[in-house]
């Protein structure tokens, strides 16, 4: 977090939220004992990667893993 603030913690810096995301992501995969299936571990594993590609949980919200949750998508005319 401190390479994408460049340790300047008072501005505003989306990226950190993505960075975030990631290691939710990996604290649900390595830490916690959840009953997932093989195929939703996997998911939150391919998420997981894909998280630090984002540069805003605005652009993460609409990763595949979380298709077919929102009612509106920045395609749509809702």
């Known amino acids: 977090m401190k390479k994408a603030t460049k340790n300047k913690w008072q501005q505003h810096c989306p990226?950190?939220?993505c960075l975030w995301m990631h290691y939710l992501a990996d604290i649900i995969l390595n830490l916690?004992?959840?009953p997932l299936?093989?195929?939703?571990?996997?998911?939150l594993r391919d998420f997981r990667k894909r998280a630090l590609g984002h540069k805003s949980?605005?652009?993460l919200i609409w990763d595949d893993l979380f298709k077919g949750n929102w009612l509106a998508g920045?395609?749509?005319?809702v």
Do not use: E, H, L
Request: hydrophobic share 15%; net charge positive.
């Open 74 to 77: 920045p395609n749509t005319n």
């Open 37 to 43: 299936t093989v195929q939703q571990k996997k998911s």
């Open 15 to 17: 990226t950190t939220n």
């Open 57 to 59: 949980c605005a652009d």
């Open 32 to 34: 916690k004992k959840f």
